[in-house]
Structure formats: structure tokens, C-alpha cells
């Protein structure tokens, strides 16, 4: 059972850049494969970025190029580098393993808007 818990959202002009931290928990935190997922008003969670426990990283379409995904396993934490940001990032993001368990925190707020 791994604790999630997600900061460094905030408010950002589009084009502006934010970088996400999740802490974890536990020290079987390494072995798993670590995601970032999002979920804006009206539309249903998605996966954005995901890594292994190796590094080999993944993005969905609409952030690749654009989103980061990185981890420290020594200090059992997923970074999301998001740059060039737009509105349609506007979410809560949330990060858990991949595939995710029914056990997810907070969430942290991006909102993109001018």
C-alpha cells in the first residue's frame, strides 16, 4: 500500500511551464511502474505520462513533447515536467502506479489560463 501525495500545481499563463512532485510512500515504491494521470471538469481521468521502474517512459499524445516524466527512486519520488502549457491541461493531477490502484491522493491543481 503505497501513500501518494501530489504538489507544485498552480495557476500558470499558457505557454508557462510547472513542475509536479509526488511523494510516496513505502519501500517497495521502486519496483512499481509510476504514472501521472489527470482529470479535467467533463472529461474522464486519463494517463499522461507513466515510467518504469527502469526509466522507459511513456506519454499520451496530447502532452508528448511537451511533458517530462522522471523519478528518483532514492527519495520515492515521480516528477512531471510540463512545458509549454495550455488550457487544455487544466486538470487536478494525479499520480499512482500504473496500472492504478483504488488508492489515489489529493490530487494537485494546473490551472492554464491568462
Known amino acids: 500500500q503505497v501513500q501518494l501525495v501530489e504538489s507544485g500545481g498552480g495557476l500558470v499563463q499558457p505557454g508557462g511551464s510547472l513542475r509536479l512532485s509526488c511523494a510516496a510512500s513505502?519501500?517497495?515504491?521502486?519496483?512499481?511502474?509510476m504514472g501521472w494521470y489527470r482529470q479535467a471538469p467533463g472529461k474522464q481521468r486519463e494517463l499522461v505520462a507513466r515510467i518504469t521502474s527502469g526509466g522507459i517512459t511513456n506519454y499520451a499524445d496530447s502532452v508528448k513533447g511537451r511533458f517530462t516524466i522522471s523519478r528518483d527512486n532514492a527519495k520515492n519520488t515521480v516528477y512531471l515536467q510540463m512545458n509549454s502549457l495550455k488550457p487544455a491541461d487544466t486538470a487536478v493531477y494525479f499520480c499512482n502506479s500504473y496500472p492504478s490502484l483504488d488508492s489515489w491522493g489529493q490530487g494537485t491543481q494546473v490551472t492554464v489560463s491568462s
Open positions: 513505502g519501500r517497495m515504491f521502486s519496483i512499481y511502474t
